[in-house]
């Protein structure tokens, strides 16, 4: 069964260096998700990505984060100047059609020092 | 305001114990509920929607919209059901279906 797959598993990174989160969703999928989830606390939505563009994104996704699909197969996160608060698990998410299920990858912890 | 509550972060049974996960939702709408499963070391991965009302590994959930709740049940918890369990609402219609996750509850069967 196909799979989204997130690279690295494990990014540590200094704070204010750049990071770049990496994810293959599943390859007839249209609609794409970046989630994140900080130790302890809720499951959050960042951003939602489909026909090439932003359709959604939260508050914590401010003009430090930034994702893209370059081509036509990657989907990443960048964080430009991460910050201490930024450590968490990122995860990402695809799905073909809006009202099915969405598939998810193992995630990206991601550690700022 | 849109929100899902899992009240309880642990919950602990016996093996073939009756297992009841609560979730409630605040929404004046109708949303679209999800159970998402989390076992040790691997990815979320969809459990139930209350749309395809089918029965997964033995866990049912219903959409009660009066008490706003879509509580996951199962009548005879196994050890291989420990896990984190997710509550996930989509409460926005249209193609940005974003998820709002509850706090989970992880749930230990013990032998």
């Known amino acids: 069964e196909p799979e989204v797959t997130q690279t690295p598993s494990h990014q540590v990174t200094q704070m204010g260096q750049e990071v770049i989160l990496r994810c293959v969703p599943i390859?007839?999928?249209?609609?794409f998700y970046w989630y994140r989830q900080i130790l302890g606390q809720k499951v959050e939505f960042l951003v939602s990505?489909?026909?090439?563009?932003?359709?959604?994104k939260s508050e914590i996704f401010d003009d430090q984060f930034s994702v893209e699909r370059p081509d036509g197969s990657n989907f990443t996160l960048k964080i430009r100047s991460t910050k201490l608060e930024d450590s968490a698990m990122y995860f990402c998410?695809?799905?073909?059609?809006?009202?099915?299920?969405?598939?998810f990858g193992d995630g990206t912890r991601l550690s700022i020092l | 305001a849109q929100r899902v509550t899992q009240p309880e972060k642990l919950l602990s049974v016996f093996k073939g114990a009756p297992v009841e996960l609560k979730c409630n939702y605040s929404?004046?709408?109708?949303?679209?509920l999800f159970w998402y499963v989390q076992y040790s070391r691997q990815r979320l991965q969809l459990l139930l929607r209350?749309?395809?009302?089918?029965s997964i590994k033995g866990f049912t959930a219903d959409l009660n919209k009066g008490e706003t709740s879509f509580h996951l049940k199962k009548p005879f918890a196994q050890e291989e059901d420990s896990a984190m369990y997710y509550c996930?609402?989509?409460?926005?219609?249209?193609?940005?279906?974003?998820?709002?996750w509850g706090l989970g509850t992880s749930l230990a069967v013990n032998p």
């Open positions: 996930a609402p989509i409460f926005n219609a249209g193609n940005n279906r974003k998820l709002i």
């Open positions: 929404y004046s709408g109708s949303p679209e």
């Open positions: 209350h749309i395809s009302r089918e």
């Open positions: 390859s007839n999928h249209l609609y």
């Open positions: 990505f489909y026909n090439n563009e932003i359709s959604e």
């Open positions: 998410a695809s799905v073909r059609d809006s009202n099915q299920p969405q598939h």
